[in-house]
Nanobody, 125 residues
Framework: QVQLVESGGGLVQAGGSLRLSCAAS????????MGWFRQAPGKEREFAAT????????YVADSVKGRFTISRDNAKNTVYLQMNSLKPEDTAVYYC??????????????????WGQGTQVTVSS
């Protein structure tokens, strides 16, 4: 089992920044690729960003490209999502997720085995 706990959400004005953190415990963190997803009210959960085990390979959704950056610190068992130039449409609950690492980065929620409880991000206009 892998336990994931997100933090860093909150209320921010449009154009502002937040950094989300996701602390992992339970198994060897570096064995897992990590992802960030988000879900707005009434909408399906959507992919935001993913990173491989070493941090050497990342992929972000087109909707956040150039604004969001995913990174990880394996020594701290933590993955981060730096969010800049936030927009009201970024308002959602943000979840981190883990899956056994593979060559291909994956964006589909169903292939991720472990999920955190989520952290709310609200961007006011």
């Amino acid at each position: 089992q892998v336990q994931l706990v997100e933090s860093g959400g909150g209320l921010v004005q449009a154009g502002g920044s937040l950094r989300l953190s996701c602390a992992a415990s339970g198994r060897t963190f570096s064995n897992y690729a990590m992802g960030w997803f988000r879900q707005a009210p009434g909408k399906e959960r959507e992919f935001a960003a993913t990173i491989n085990w070493s941090g050497g390979s990342t992929y972000v959704a087109d909707s956040v490209k150039g604004r969001f950056t995913i990174s990880r610190d394996n020594a701290k068992n933590t993955v981060y999502l730096q969010m800049n130039s936030l927009k009201p449409e970024d308002t959602a609950v943000y979840y981190c997720a883990a899956r056994p690492d593979s060559v291909v980065l994956r964006t589909t929620p169903r292939v991720y085995n472990y999920w955190g409880q989520g952290t709310q991000v609200t961007v006011s206009s």
